[in-house]
């Protein structure tokens, strides 16, 4: 049973920062490729980022340069720093686990960029 769960949303100024946090339990190792996504509303879920076990990663054309993603495979958790945030980032971000063949998803966090 692999659980993920998400930290770090709120609400946030046009320009601000926040990070996010995913801390994964269960059988998820440091090998497992873990990612980033959000869903608008009246939007599809679309991928923000991936990072995979040997910390290569892949960005959305929409926040390349802006956001980073991480892992600490010590602490089984995967994080998204975001910077220069715009309106246009507000969504719901989920994270998410690839293991075998099967994607696990957690519950999600609010992030509302508005001034």
């Avoid at 770090?8 to 994964?24: D, E, M, T, Y």
């Avoid at 009246?42 to 892992?71: C, H, M, P, W």
Wanted: with cysteine.
């Amino acid at each position: 049973q692999v659980q993920l769960v998400e930290s770090g949303g709120g609400l946030v100024q046009p320009g601000g920062s926040l990070r996010l946090s995913c801390a994964a339990s269960g059988s998820i190792f440091s090998s497992n490729v873990m990612g980033w996504y959000r869903q608008a509303p009246g939007k599809q879920r679309e991928l923000v980022a991936i990072i995979t076990g040997d910390a290569s990663t892949n960005y959305a054309d929409s926040v390349k340069g802006r956001f980073t993603i991480s892992r600490d495979n010590a602490k089984n958790t995967v994080y998204l720093q975001m910077g220069s945030l715009k309106p246009e980032d507000t969504a719901v971000y989920y994270c998410n686990a690839l293991i075998g063949a099967r994607l696990y998803w957690g519950q999600g966090t609010q992030v509302t960029v508005s001034s």
